[in-house]
């Protein structure tokens, strides 16, 4: 048993490979095996929003492979693929200011139109309430060459329409801002 | 009949012809014709950099082409199409058309801004050139759905801070409009619940 205890049999499906934390915070753990991450979470009764949409983020994984693929989600752990690339802070050292674009405006703006699409119908609402990543920030997000992949699948979630809007002009300024600052600041 | 400008004639006949020109819009010291096929603006001579603007139109023909400007006068292309807030209130336009014109087209038109500038750091008191009235009411939009910026004298060069503060504040106009056109339009609503505008608390 982990220190959150997680059951060891977890690991012991993944080929019986040695598994190492990488991150403990008061809100979660992170193992990886070298092919998956395991991330165990806050029991529902401690977090101060929804549990993790298993069924939900699935369906929009499927749809929107941007975002990680998810196994299984169980007992408050969530087994998820292990995603190589670079980090931010890396990308954004090497970066042209056309990647950087890309990433910054071009795809943050490409993911809002798939919350909005998912969303399911032209008219919303405005006590709808829609699937998004509330923690769509560069800490979350893996670059894979020039793609783009974010990890934090418990991140995804759903908000009324209102906090929806406001979520997203913050990330939006936070993504411009860092396209402003890497690519003309710098 | 409509009072002509003195010099208009003169400065523009080679393109107007004979083609009868009638007043469209006036409004302060400016005043708008058109013949037709083109638009003619009689503003201050001042108004805009032409030389700049032809440059960045030149691979942007997302801006309207102007043909001269002489002595305060701009003779531009007529370009057909709707304005965007009719076209947006047209059911044959998407969500998807909408997205494209607010979000897609535009972003990519800021690109070209920070790459006619044309270097890769900017310092902080540079100017910047760029379309600052480039906002829903001085774009047409064709049958095609491709836009066009009008108003070319709206375009100037602006220090790079009050440029960032200026496609701030469009990008949430852009943004309110795709929002109440695409997803908050009271016709929409009026129909999915099948209610009257007053039922729905509209005034």
Redo the contacts between chains.
Sequence with gaps: MSQLGIKLNWFLDIDGRPIKLIRKTHKEEVYEDGNYIVKKTLPNEFRSRNAFDFETYKRFQLEYPWCVKVYSYEDDVIVMDKIEGHTWDEFHQYATKDQLWNVCVKFRNETVKNFLDFAGSDYIDPNQHIFFNGDAKHANLIMQGDKPMFIDPDSFRFETWDRFILKINEHNTEWFNHYLLRAHRN | MNIIPSGLITTCSELIGTRQIKLIHKKDNREVYEDGNYIIKKTAPDAFNFERYERFQKDNPCFVKVHSFDDGVIVMDKVEGMMFNDYAKTPTTT?DNL?YIC??HR?AL??RY?DFHGK???H?CEPIFFHADGVPGNVIIDNNNKPTYIDPDGTIQIRWEMF?QKI?EH??VW?NDY?YY????PA??ME?WGKSLSELGYK
Excluded at chain 2, 182 to 185: E, G, L, Q, V
């Design positions: 969500v997205w979000f897609t972003t800021y690109k920070f890769r750091d900017i902080c960032l701030t990008h949430f943004q929002t695409a997803h908050r339009f929409t609503e999915k």
